[in-house]
């Protein structure tokens, strides 16, 4: 895709959402749930969330896409994650997976890998996660990486641009990188998108919300608009944010502010370069 054809995708992406309000429902981490909520909710979505096996089929059924983030695990997961990824391929409903601390405990890895079975439309990480699932489902070989370290990468962005375009490939998708640039591909176009802020280090949930904002745009247009719309809206929200915060308290309630006046143009226009 050129510049030009990207900027039309994304700016119609946001526009979409904003006149839609699309259900994007989740099962994620504890931590973060209302963040995530209030982020979905701010981008113009509409946001749910569940843990039992039975109400993971369901939003599958219900939503526009579904968001599974990894984060905090618990026993009941195992039923409640393969049962809705599997109701997710059945009825054809887009899903976004965030990785969020693979490698923490056997049951995390078990049902991470199970995933491959029903494979999602996103998947969003850090660099170390991006490759800790590429190894996992054996879609790359070559991959030279020690982490995550917990929930934080121990790898660049740029480590992971091969495994990102292996992934993406092969769940016919997009896989989105968060760093300091982030980095956005399909497999095939890839772009790296600038913007965001160092205060988003700073709190808790900026990447698990955004794997949330994700879903929001992807039931409303192909994987790689989505996460490519997600990630520039996230970079202008930061930018303008830290430039009205004190600090991360601060920082945090402008942010969600900012995610709810990026106008489509704002959005499309953010910076990014096409990777050649």
């Not at 989740?26 to 963040?35: E, G, P």
């Not at 393969?82 to 601390?101: Q, S, Y």
């Not at 996992?136 to 990468?153: C, F, H, M, Q, Y």
Request: proline share 5%; aromatic share 8%; net charge negative.
């Amino acid at each position: 895709m050129t510049e030009s054809e990207i900027k039309s995708k994304v700016a119609k992406a946001v526009k979409l959402v904003r006149e839609k309000k699309p259900l994007a429902p989740s099962i994620t981490n504890t931590v973060t749930i209302n963040f995530v909520a209030n982020a979905q909710i701010a981008v113009g979505g509409s946001a749910a969330m569940v843990y039992l096996p039975d109400e993971g089929e369901c939003i599958a059924k219900i939503g526009g896409a579904v968001y599974i983030n990894a984060g905090t695990m618990f026993p009941v997961y195992e039923e409640s994650f393969p049962r809705c990824v599997k109701a997710c391929a059945e009825n054809k409903t887009p899903w976004v997976l965030d990785p969020v601390g693979l490698g923490i405990g056997s049951l995390r890895t078990k049902l991470v890998a199970g995933f491959k079975d029903f494979p999602p439309s996103i998947i969003r990480g850090n660099a170390s996660e991006i490759i800790a699932v590429a190894k996992l489902w054996n879609v790359i070989e070559d991959a030279k990486s020690d982490g995550p370290k917990g929930v934080d990468t121990v790898d660049a962005v740029k480590d992971a641009e091969n495994a990102a375009k292996a992934l993406a490939k092969f769940i016919k998708g997009a896989v989105s990188v968060s760093g300091i640039e982030d980095f956005v591909t399909d497999g095939e176009t890839s772009v790296y998108a600038k913007g965001g802020s160092h205060f988003m280090e700073k709190i808790t949930g900026a990447g698990c919300s955004l794997g949330g904002v994700c879903a929001v745009y992807a039931s409303v247009t192909d994987p790689f608009t989505a996460a490519l719309t997600a990630t520039q809206i996230y970079n202008v929200a930061g930018s303008r944010a830290e430039k009205l915060c004190r600090g991360p308290a601060s920082f945090q309630e402008k942010f969600i502010d900012e995610l709810y006046l990026a106008t489509p143009e704002d959005v499309s226009e953010n910076d990014f370069s096409i990777c050649k």
